[in-house]
């Protein structure tokens, strides 16, 4: 995990979204145990409540859960949600911003889609 | 506790020549971490010596729930200072101090004690007097982690603190405090390095508060606006500009509030300022006034 605290980003937000990130990649794995509170607290000195803000904000997307007495699991399902919440993300950062710029271009959808494919042969 | 408030608080020295704290009104919230960032001379170290009734108010009142803790046992029982001067036998061997302060707080955590010990590597059988400054720090550090008070305030624990005894200090704050939270205020000059830990910033300077806030919105709302010196000045025109910085034509404007609704000009980069960066911006601008 890393923190850039010149980032814009709050940095409670910045810790659930490395802790998504690991889950994503896999690194933190379905059905298994992630480091408490504390851990993340004095790993990288951040204000409990903070790190404890960020891991709540997964809590409640239903990518962790707590269990009473044992801990923060990652739960069954997390990694695919991940996906994608990702993939939703994806259209609207990237595909929507495209067809915009291509408007303003004029590229029609095939010239699109003629685009596309020259970067998968590329690429 | 709850809540501990400081009311209109002032105190002189010298016949009341020099006003060293000047109505102070500020409220330590309980389990937070707070840090209290100020110069040297700033007042720090007298306001929390009054929070402790080491020292006086020439006004004003310190209120532990209500309670002014002026003479008040009870109330005083859950305050702890640990502060620069030594309080304790200068000739005495740690282990036997320890023993002492052991016996004067019932709930006194000895586990934690022999944890700390091992961990900072601290000769138990030197006198006080004989440790380095580095360690002197630290037999302070471990009897204010392990007194069982509400209230503690580190008044520059990491002085003389090498970076591995640092490190340990700061892993073993947090594990203490989220095993018991409870409040602390830290005053220190590192500010980089707990900038991260605390909840809330206290900024004193020439004995008056000048920001007292959350990190997290005081965060939120200082920026660094570099670019050419044009355009720069052009973009934090009529802003709350609290420091500049030139280099020839390039310019860094550090600004505190939100940012205008106007376009960011091309050439012209934003940035979070960094809290250290903040109250050194904030300290030069009230040496101005």
Same mark, same amino acid.
């Given at each position: ?9 709050? $940095? ?90 291509? /408007?303003?271009? *004029? ?8 685009? $596309? ?7 | ?91 005495? /061997?740690?282990? /036997? ?20 010990? /091992? ?30 008070? !509400? ?85 934090? *025109? ?15 404007? *550090? ?5 205008? !609704? ?16 903040? $109250? ?10």
């Amino acid at each position: 995990m890393q923190f850039d605290f010149q980032s814009p980003e709050p $940095i409670f937000l910045q810790v659930s979204n490395q802790i998504e990130d690991a889950i994503f990649t896999g690194a933190f794995k379905e059905g298994t145990q992630i480091p408490s509170t504390t851990e993340i607290s004095k790993t990288f000195q951040i204000n409990p409540a903070t790190v404890l803000k960020g891991m709540n904000l997964l809590v409640n997307n239903n990518l962790l859960e707590k269990q009473r007495g044992r801990g923060t699991f990652v739960t069954y399902g997390a990694q695919q949600r991940v996906i994608n919440e990702r993939r939703e993300h994806f259209y609207h950062d990237y595909i929507l911003n495209l067809i915009n710029e291509s /408007k303003k271009l *004029h590229l029609s959808k095939d010239d699109i889609l003629e685009l $596309i494919k020259r970067g998968y042969d590329n690429g | 506790m709850d809540k501990l408030e400081i009311k209109n608080l002032n105190r002189n020295f010298k016949f009341g020549k020099q006003k060293v704290l000047k109505n102070i009104n500020v409220s330590f919230l309980s389990n937070k971490i707070y840090g209290l960032f100020g110069e040297n001379g700033a007042g720090k170290s007298t306001l929390m010596s009054i929070i402790a009734d080491y020292n006086f108010p020439t006004s004003g009142e310190v209120l532990l729930d209500g309670e002014n803790v002026h003479d008040n046992d009870n109330a005083l029982s859950k305050i702890y200072y640990m502060n620069q001067n030594n309080m304790y036998p200068k000739n005495e /061997k740690v282990a /036997k101090t320890f023993k002492f302060v052991q016996s004067m707080y019932e709930g006194y955590d000895v586990n934690l004690q022999n944890k700390l010990v /091992k961990e900072f590597q601290l000769n138990t059988k030197s006198r006080f007097n004989k440790l380095s400054t580095g360690y002197k720090s630290i037999m302070k550090i471990i009897i204010a982690l392990c007194v069982p008070c !509400e209230f503690i305030m580190l008044d520059e624990p990491t002085l003389g603190l090498d970076a591995r005894n640092r490190d340990i200090f700061y892993r073993e704050l947090i594990e203490s405090y989220t095993d018991h939270p409870r409040t602390f205020v830290i005053s220190t000059h590192i500010i980089e390095e707990i900038d991260k830990l605390v909840s809330d910033v206290v900024m004193i300077n020439n004995g008056k508060i000048i920001l007292n806030d959350s990190a997290d919105n005081i965060r939120s709302k200082a920026y660094s606006i570099n670019g050419p010196a044009d355009l720069v000045d052009e973009y934090v *025109h009529g802003l709350d500009i609290i420091g500049k910085e030139s280099l020839g034509q390039y310019e860094t404007g *550090h600004i505190m509030g939100r940012l205008p !609704e106007k376009e960011i000009p091309s050439g012209v980069e934003v940035n979070k300022m960094e809290l250290q960066k903040l $109250i050194v911006n904030l300290m030069d601008r009230s040496e101005g006034d």
